[in-house]
Every structure is written in C-alpha cells, then in structure tokens.
Nanobody, 116 residues
Framework: QVQLVESGGGLVRPGESLSLSCALSGRFFFGDYSMNWYRQAPGEQREFVAIIDNHGRTAYGDAVKGRFTISRDNAKNMAYLQMTSLRPADTGVYYC?????????WGSGTLVTVSS
C-alpha cells in the first residue's frame, strides 16, 4: 500500500508563487511510479495539471504551461509542483497521484486559493 500526503497549499494573491509537495510512504519502489498533479475547482471536474515519469520526462496541461514546474526527488520519495504567476482560475484542491503499470494512488489534496 502507498500513502500520499500533499502539503504547501494556502491563500496567495494573483501573480504570486506557491510550491506544493507530495510525500509518499509505504511499501513501494518510487522509481516504478510516474507522479502526477491534478486539481479540482469548486463545481468543476478534476483537471490534469502535470506529470513527471520515472525517467524525468514532463508534460503539462495547457492551462499551466510555462507557469508550473513539476519535479521529483527519488532519494526522498517526493514530488513537487512549483507554481508561478498564479491566477484566480488556479484556485482549487490540488491532488497528487502516483501511477505504476498496475496500480495508482491518490492523496487527499491540498487547497490553493488565489484571491486578492
């Protein structure tokens, strides 16, 4: 079983930056997993934000390209999401997901609010 815990959410103003973290624990090999970030705004469906695979290759949703950066630290079993130039439309609960060839796990999310 794998547990994921997100942290780093909070209230920021438009244009500011915020960094999220995702810590994995349990019985697993971190290198087997791609790490993903999703978000869900109030009343909306969950939306793909970013992915980093086990080779370090990354991809981003169109809404965040050029502003967000995903990374991972294999030694610490951590994934990160660096968010810059935040907008009110970035408000939502941000979820971390770990995916291997035969399993996937979600965290419980961390709330990001972008408001003046």
């Amino acid at each position: 079983q794998v547990q994921l815990v997100e942290s780093g959410g909070g209230l920021v103003r438009p244009g500011e930056s915020l960094s999220l973290s995702c810590a994995l624990s349990g019985r697993f090999f971190f290198g087997d997993y791609s790490m993903n970030w999703y978000r869900q705004a109030p009343g909306e469906q969950r939306e793909f934000v970013a992915i980093i695979d086990n080779h370090g290759r990354t991809a981003y949703g169109d809404a965040v390209k050029g502003r967000f950066t995903i990374s991972r630290d294999n030694a610490k079993n951590m994934a990160y999401l660096q968010m810059t130039s935040l907008r009110p439309a970035d408000t939502g609960v941000y979820y971390c997901k770990a995916v291997s060839y035969n399993s996937e796990y979600w965290g419980s999310g961390t709330l990001v609010t972008v408001s003046s």
